[in-house]
């Protein structure tokens, strides 16, 4: 399969020989600065991309005009979702999107959903979410801390928004963002009480999960329509 990656950051580089090891061949790689290299996507039969939240729209809508699949690792763009979907949808497009690739964080994503419809029933137990990247991760909170909330705000009545500051209000979920070196990533969602605390946590040792799963998900992309999600790969 030829894989055309679009960005070539610390992402782009771990998912290289990943996908070379898979015996796919990566036909071009896009500059995020100049665009350059998208005149190799006429040998694409799929796009991996991983660059910034501000360019992933425009990334993104490239690849649907040129009919590329694309799976988009990019998060920070979530507000502009209902726009990419309409245009996914007018042009006929192939668009997979996830917070996170990594398969453990999606079993995570799974356990932290069923703990917090347990936790419903419990509101003398405050929740919160940790999550630590590195310095050079430009959104805040992580795309995969607000999948968590999200979940959390579906299933605890007594939460309605999450937020990224300290807060007392207990209708908010209070997300905490750090930005350390070297931190590939942690998220933490911690219920306190007075008597004791419930936690979970996930912890990525190295990129080579999320590029993985990026490359299982490319691998899988093509044939498929429309906007897609980890619920459509994993069949949850």
């Known amino acids: 399969m030829n894989i055309l990656l679009v960005g070539f950051g610390k992402m782009g580089k771990a998912i290289e020989p990943i996908a070379i090891s898979h015996g796919h061949h990566i036909t071009g790689k896009v500059d995020l600065q100049t665009g350059e290299n998208f005149s190799a996507s006429t040998k694409a039969d799929v796009a991996i991309e991983f660059t910034q939240p501000e360019s992933a729209v425009d990334n993104i809508k490239r690849c649907i005009d040129l009919h590329i699949p694309v799976v988009v690792g990019t998060t920070g763009w979530y507000h502009r979702l209902e726009e990419v979907t309409d245009y996914c949808k007018k042009n006929d497009g192939t668009v997979f999107y996830a917070s996170n ?3 453990g964080v999606n079993v995570f994503f799974k356990v932290n959903d069923y703990l917090s419809r347990l936790m419903d029933r419990y ?83 190295s990129r080579e999960g999320f590029a993985k799963g990026a490359v299982l998900v490319a691998e899988w992309l093509p044939g498929h329509k429309g906007m897609l999600s980890m619920d459509d790969f994993l069949r949850f």
């Open 101 to 103: 690739y990594s398969m």
């Open 123 to 205: 509101p003398e137990y405050e929740v919160t979410i940790d999550e630590t990247h590195h310095t050079q991760k430009k959104d805040a909170p992580s795309g995969t801390a607000i999948t968590l909330a999200q979940s959390l705000i579906k299933n605890l009545e007594r939460k309605k928004e999450w937020v990224n500051y300290a807060t007392t209000d207990p209708g908010e979920i209070m997300i905490n963002s750090f930005r350390v070196d070297p931190a590939p990533g942690t998220h933490v969602v911690t219920y306190h009480s007075a008597i004791d605390d419930i936690e979970i946590k996930h912890h990525a040792y």
